[in-house]
């Protein structure tokens, strides 16, 4: 097996490891604290869908959903999609 070092990485790959990294660090504290939450937590941080996000609903069951913000519209029997974020 070849030994790879950081130094071959391109820029998005070296992102991605920092966010493998950060993700494994949340969940592993989570597991030591027995909690289901983070405290300073960034509002938006998805590995493979970024612009999937949090969004507060104050809902009594679930107060953060996850999710992408769209605008959809139908005529004629077309759907068009017109915004995501």
């Known amino acids: 097996m070849q030994n790879i070092g950081l130094l071959s990485l391109d820029k998005p790959q070296y992102r991605e490891l920092l966010v493998i990294q950060e993700l494994t660090r949340q969940q592993q504290n989570m597991c030591d604290h027995k909690t289901h939450q983070i405290s300073n937590r960034p509002?938006?941080?998805q590995y493979h869908q970024p612009y999937v996000c949090p969004i507060v609903r104050g809902k009594t069951d679930a107060n953060v959903e996850f999710g992408a913000?769209?605008?959809v519209?139908?005529?004629n029997g077309y759907t068009t999609l017109n915004k995501l974020s």
């Open 73 to 75: 519209s139908m005529i």
């Open 43 to 45: 509002s938006h941080f």
């Open 69 to 71: 913000k769209s605008s």
